[in-house]
């Protein structure tokens, strides 16, 4: 199950019986904020796609972190973290440690948000001097953490569907060699193609459901392609029904993350 769904970790054990293979939880921010203000999330049924604007809006980390403790899952859980709303794009790397810091210890794996649009500046932590800045960081203190706790978490960034290959190309070269271990393929888009003309398709926010489907699959062969099979690749496809995610796995291991069915469909 993708994050998003459980942002304070409150249902874990719940999620676990369902039967998903893992369970992430959050985004989570160093201090709890209100995300963005009411409604700000849409649904647009014709194109079975949702539009949020949601804001990682979440309790804090240390909330999360009491429901994390207090899990019977015994299965493999991530932890996803982000930076609060009110902290400088130039300030977010001391953000990410703050989490990496606190939910090292309890997470099967962490996962670094930098492709969430509804938070200002966000995406530009995907690019560039900002990402290597970032990346150096979180591999430079997991591996202090590592060696202190014994154990090495494995780091996966997740990235937006709206960067042309050569981006993609490069973003994958910077997360190879800071030492990264997956890619989350993708985030919402802020494309609007497929769903023109709809009820609450202007609205601000991040597109996902089934106009988000070919950007994902069109991601689970190039992520493959530019890291050579040296990490893995997690397609978060987006897609309301188990049949419409990626007709085929990318190349090199990858998991297939559920999101979105649910709000669209119900419980089926």
């Known amino acids: 199950m993708a994050a998003g769904l459980d942002k304070n970790g409150a249902a874990i054990d719940g999620f676990a019986q369902l039967g998903f293979g893992f369970v992430e939880v959050g985004t989570v921010t160093p201090r709890p904020q209100p995300g963005n203000p009411k409604p700000r999330i849409f649904r647009l049924p014709q194109a079975q796609a949702i539009i949020n604007r949601m804001g990682f809006n979440n309790l804090g980390v240390d909330h999360l972190l009491e429901h994390v403790r207090a899990a019977r899952f015994n299965g493999v859980l991530g932890i996803n973290i982000g930076k609060n709303f009110d902290t400088p794009v130039e300030n977010a790397v001391s953000d990410y440690l ?3 810091n606190k939910v090292y210890a309890h997470a099967s794996y962490i996962t670094v948000n930098v492709s969430s649009p509804n938070t200002p500046g966000l995406r530009s932590l995907q690019f560039g001097d900002s990402l290597k800045q970032l990346l150096d960081a979180l591999a430079e203190r997991r591996e202090v953490l590592a ?5 090495r978490v494995p780091l996966a960034i997740k990235i937006a569907p709206d960067m042309t290959d050569e981006e993609t190309a490069l973003v994958a070269q910077a997360l190879l060699a800071s030492g990264m271990d997956a890619v989350i ?44 099979g040296a990490c893995p690749s997690s397609p978060l496809a987006a897609s309301p029904r188990a049949r419409t995610q990626p007709r085929r796995s990318p190349p090199g291991r990858a998991w297939c993350r559920c999101i979105r069915g649910s709000s669209i469909e119900g419980r089926h």
């Not at 919402?188 to 497929?194: K, N, P, Q, V």
């Not at 597109?207 to 070919?214: A, C």
């Open 185 to 228: 393929a993708t985030n919402t888009t802020l494309s609007r193609e497929g769903v023109e003309g709809l009820a609450h398709a202007d609205e601000a926010g991040g597109l996902s459901g089934g106009p988000v489907r070919e950007r994902v699959r069109t991601q689970c062969v190039c992520w493959p392609v530019n890291w050579q």
């Open 147 to 151: 060696t202190e706790q014994r154990k």
């Open 98 to 100: 703050i989490g990496l």
